[in-house]
């Protein structure tokens, strides 16, 4: 079974410029989150939708990071304008939320973002 | 709010060594606790989990028992292996309708020497 796809694995870019994130979640799961990890903070959540619509986005850093979730295959996450502080690894989890528990989280390989 | 606290790393030990990593949390009502590990340049994959007081969670070896009186949730190996070599996170979740999120902690490097 696939799990959850992300792409790109690697992406390098200058300041300024704009990146998008995608993620594919496992078929089937209702809940999709977007973390983020570095050296410094550790593992941040960014963002979390159930059923497509967005939950918390309380831990989004600022304005220049938005999420969507179109349809319940496909999520991204985009960062206009990139900035060098940015650079981590962004994880997409999805998992099959019920009765008041959260469930199992898939995680994806990760995207690592370097900007210069 | 909820919390995890784990154990400082990084930890390095020799094959067949004994493993604890400790891991105690803060949280209102009852949580389920889980253990996640990540291999490096992959993301985080369940380990083990127990959903409730006294419950023990295992796999691949590895041990951890829901502690509710001294709220921990210590992660044990008896005898580790270089391919245990790893960063280990304690993570929770609160029950009821708005348990719909992870509380992760900080993460533990292990390194296993052969």
């Known amino acids: 079974d696939a799990g959850v796809i992300q792409s790109p694995r690697h992406e390098v870019t200058e300041m300024g410029q704009e990146v998008t994130l995608r993620c594919k979640p496992i078929s089937g799961h209702n809940s999709l989150f977007w973390y983020r990890q570095t050296m410094m903070r550790g593992l941040e959540l960014l963002i979390y939708f159930n059923n497509n619509v967005p939950i918390d986005d309380s831990g989004m850093p600022e304005d220049r990071f938005s999420a969507k979730m179109p349809n319940a295959s496909f999520s991204t996450l985009k960062i206009q304008p990139s900035e060098p502080r940015d650079s981590a690894v962004y994880f997409c989890?999805?998992?099959?939320?019920?009765?008041?528990?959260?469930?199992?989280?898939?995680f994806g390989e990760g995207s690592r973002l370097t900007v210069l | 709010g909820d919390s995890v606290t784990q154990m400082e790393g990084p930890v390095t030990l020799s094959e067949e060594a004994f493993l604890t990593i400790n891991c105690t949390y803060t949280a209102t009502g009852y949580p389920s606790l889980f253990w996640y590990v990540q291999y490096p340049g992959e993301g985080l994959q369940l380990l083990l989990k127990?959903?409730?007081?006294?419950d023990k969670g295992s796999n691949k070896g590895f041990e951890a028992t829901y502690r509710k009186e001294t709220t921990s949730f210590h992660l044990e190996k008896g005898s580790v292996q270089v391919s245990d070599s790893a960063v280990y996170f304690c993570?929770?979740?609160?029950?009821?309708?708005?348990?719909?999120?992870?509380?992760f902690g900080s993460g533990t490097q292990l390194t296993v020497l052969p």
């Open positions: 993570a929770l979740s609160d029950s009821g309708p708005t348990a719909r999120q992870l509380t």
């Open positions: 127990a959903t409730k007081a006294d």
């Open positions: 989890a999805s998992s099959l939320a019920s009765g008041g528990f959260p469930g199992e989280l898939f």
